[in-house]
C-alpha cells in the first residue's frame, strides 16, 4: 500500500512476476482496493489477498508505525513471515518502518548485526551488487564486513556469479586512503571468508553514501534522458527519444 | 605538469582563456615543453613561462611533495602566489599535493580550518556549486558550515547569483534524518550568515560524499553515453552521437 502509485503498481508488479515464477503471492492490504486490480491476472496465478485497514505513512517514524500492532499492512506482512506463512516480504513502502519490523519482528541472522538495502546497478559487465543503499545512515566497520558477506551471498545465489569479488566503495587515485570508516574496514575485510579485489562484484559502503550515491546515479540519468528529450521538437529528437524508450 | 595529457591540455586552456579573458597568465613547468606549445598563441595574449625543473608525481604522498621545495612546478606556482607574483593558482595535478601546498604554503583565511574542492554542476535551473568534492575526507560539523559560506561567496561572486541558497546534501525522504555528521551541521548552518533552505544554489557535504557524488555522476554519463555510443553503427546512432559531442 506505499510508495508510488500504490497499490496500482504494486499488483501490476505481482502480475508481472506470476506469470514468470512458480510461487505463491500474498497482496497484504485493502482488500477493496486490490481485488479489482487482480481481475486480470491469468487463472493459474497463485495470488491471494490478506486484508489488512490501515497502511504505514510514508513520513511515519519507524518506531510509530511498529507499535501501532498488526493493523497495518507492512506489520501484517511481516506477521505472515514471523508465522511462516510466507517466506520473504517485499515494500515499496516506508524504508524506516521496513528496517523497523524487519530488525524487531524479525531479527537479524546470527552474526549480523543490521540489515542492509542491497541494490542492483547496471554496469559494463554485467550488474553489480551495492550495499547499503540507505538503511544504516552511520556503520561501523565490521558492519561493512558483514554487508560483504551478505552481498557476496546474494550475488551468488541469485545473479549466479561463481566467486562474487568484493570491494570496498572509496575514493581518489592519488590519495591511497578513504575516510576513517573505510580505513578501519579495509584490514577487516581482508581476513574476511570473501574475495576481496579485482574487478568487483559486489561493492559496500555505508548507507548514506550508498543513499546518496544511487539517487546521483538516477538524477544523472534523468538529467542526461531529460536534455535529451527537450531536443525532441526535432525530428532527429524524436527518434533519439523513441531510441530511448526502448533500449534493446 | 600533472593531470591527463599534460602539459598540452592544460596550455590549450591556457590558450583558451586568454582569447576569453584580459588577464596575465603564467606557465610554470619544463618550458622544453611548453614553449612549442604556446607557438600558436594570439600575438596580444598575455602568456608566460616559468621553468621548473620536476614533477610532483600523480601517486606522491601530499607531505613527501610539500618537502622537496621549490623544485616542482606544483611548488613555483604557490610561491609566485605567496609573493604576490601571481593572484591564483590553478593545477590539473595531485590534488592531495595541491591541497597541502595551499594549507602550509598558503594558510587558509580567517575562520577557515580547511580548503575545500568546489565544482561546478549542470542542473535544471542553473550550474549548482557543490563542494567539499575531495579535499577532505572526514570533516567536522563546523567545517561544513564553513564551506556553506565559501561556496555561497563563490556562487554570488562568479556565478552571479544574488543571493544563494544553501543544502546540505542529505538522504531519504521519509526518514527526517541525515547521519551524525549531518545532524550536527543542521542547527549550525541555520544560525550561519546565509540562505539555508529552498531550491538550492550551493550544496554543501563531507569531500568523502562529495567525490563519490562526482565520480558517480561522471560514471553515470559515461555509461549512458557509452550504451549511445554502442548503437552507433547505424547511421541513426552516428548522428546520435555527433549530437552528444556538440551539445547546443
Redesign the interface.
Known amino acids: 500500500m506505499g510508495g508510488d502509485n500504490a497499490p496500482r503498481e504494486i499488483v501490476a508488479g505481482t502480475l508481472a512476476a506470476a506469470s514468470q515464477f512458480d510461487a505463491h503471492f500474498v497482496l497484504v492490504g485493502d482488500q477493496k482496493q486490490i481485488e479489482p486490480l487482480v481481475k486480470g491476472a491469468p487463472r493459474e496465478a497463485k495470488i491471494e489477498i490478506v486484508h489488512a485497514p490501515e497502511v504505514v505513512a ?4 519507524p518506531v510509530a508505525a511498529v507499535r501501532r500492532g498488526a493493523v497495518t499492512s507492512m506489520a501484517k506482512s511481516f506477521e505472515l513471515v514471523r508465522n511462516s506463512e510466507a517466506d520473504a516480504v517485499f515494500s515499496a513502502g ?4 521496513f528496517l523497523a519490523f524487519s530488525m524487531i519482528r524479525l531479527r537479524p541472522l546470527a552474526g549480523i548485526a543490521r540489515p542492509a538495502f542491497a541494490t542492483i546497478w ?3 559487465n554485467g550488474p553489480m551488487v551495492v550495499l547499503d543503499a ?1 538503511a544504516n ?2 556503520c561501523k566497520p565490521e558492519w561493512l564486513v558483514q554487508f560483504a558477506i551478505m552481498g557476496a551471498a546474494y550475488s551468488h545465489a541469485v545473479l549466479g556469479v561463481d566467486k562474487p569479488k568484493v570491494g570496498l ?1 572509496s ?10 570508516l ?1 580505513d578501519a574496514a579495509t584490514p577487516l575485510l581482508a581476513d574476511a571468508p570473501i574475495e576481496f579485489a579485482g574487478d568487483v562484484d559486489v561493492i559496500v ?2 548507507g ?2 550508498g ?3 544511487l ?3 538516477e ?3 534523468e ?5 535529451l528529450k527537450e ?1 525532441a521538437t526535432t525530428s ?1 529528437g524524436a ?2 527519444g523513441a ?1 530511448l524508450l526502448r ?1 534493446k
Chains 1, 2 share one sequence.
Open positions: 510514508m513520513d511515519e517514524p516506508n524504508s524506516g518502518a547496471p554496469a559494463r540507505g545512515v552511520d566503495l575514493i581518489g587515485e592519488e590519495e591511497s586512503k578513504g575516510n576513517e573505510i559502503c555505508d548514506f553514501v543513499n546518496v550515491a539517487k546521483l546515479a538524477g544523472a540519468g538529467y542526461i534522458f531529460g536534455a531536443a532527429l527518434r533519439i531510441l533500449p
